[in-house]
Antibody, heavy 121, light 112 residues
Framework: QVQLQESGPGLVESSQTLSLTCTVS??????????WAWIRQFPGKGLEWIGY???????FYNPSLESRAALSIDTSKSQFSLMLSSLTAADTAIYYC?????????????WGQGILVTVSS | QSVLTQPPSVSGAPGQRVTISCTGS?????????VHWYQQRPGTAPKLLIY???IRPSGVPDRFSGSRSGASASLAISGLQAEDEAFYYC????????????FGTGTEVIVL
């Protein structure tokens, strides 16, 4: 059973770049069964899909974030990462990593527990 | 930036049936994309509840059911229980965003 765990800073300064990592356990990150996705949830509880990366390194971004987001993957460490640049207070959110089913329906399952990131001015 | 609209809250007494609507558009649900539903209890990550419009993952009670018609979808909870009190989100995709994932605004289910 695949499990995911986010890690990274909980507080980042405005205009800086956020770097988060998700560690995959319980199955191979290279199985091909999943795209590896990031989603964030704002303080008002709204959810936003950020994008995903495949185990081969192919990426797909939400166009609204494409200019600031970058996804990468390190299969040797069973980790994938999100970098988000030019942060503002509006980027304050809980960031989740998740497995996005790759064969057909793209459902998001499982999810990590999430990490709260606060952008300070 | 949610493009799928849900009612802010629905409520019902234990044992009753409640439904949550998820209204999209021609570029989202109306384009034929699958709809998934997630349950989120306080302080926890969203959990997959229904996928591909009406399929329950293993372990999800059959009290939960989903449907899709046209540009909308709905989630029904029958035999409402206290443990069903949570937020529920629908999710689909948007052809205007190159098939990026999009979420509903979220609905709080209140068990009276």
């Amino acid at each position: 059973q695949v499990q995911l765990q986010e890690s990274g800073p909980g507080l980042v300064e405005s205009s800086q770049t956020l770097s988060l990592t998700c560690t995959v356990s319980g199955d191979s990150i290279s199985s091909g069964a999943f795209y590896w996705a990031w989603i964030r949830q704002f303080p008002g509880k709204g959810l936003e899909w950020i994008g995903y990366i495949s185990f081969t390194g192919d990426t797909f971004y939400n166009p609204s974030l494409e200019s600031r987001a970058a996804l990468s993957i390190d299969t040797s460490k069973s980790q994938f990462s999100l970098m988000l640049s030019s942060l503002t207070a509006a980027d304050t959110a809980i960031y989740y990593c998740a497995g996005e089913e790759s064969y057909s329906d793209r459902r998001l399952d499982p999810w990590g527990q999430g990490i709260l990131v606060t952008v300070s001015s | 930036q949610s493009v799928l609209t849900q009612p802010p809250s629905v409520s019902g007494a234990p044992g009753q049936r409640v439904t949550i609507s998820c209204t999209g558009s021609r570029s989202t649900i109306g384009a034929g994309y699958d709809v998934h539903w997630y349950q989120q209890r306080p302080g926890t990550a969203p959990k997959l509840l229904i996928y591909s419009n009406n399929i329950r993952p293993s372990g999800v009670p059959d009290r939960f059911s989903g449907s899709r018609s046209g540009a909308s979808a709905s989630l029904a909870i029958s035999g409402l229980q206290a443990e069903d009190e949570a937020f529920y989100y629908c999710q689909s995709y948007d052809s205007n965003l190159s098939a990026s994932g999009v979420f509903g605004t979220g609905t709080e289910v209140i068990v009276l």
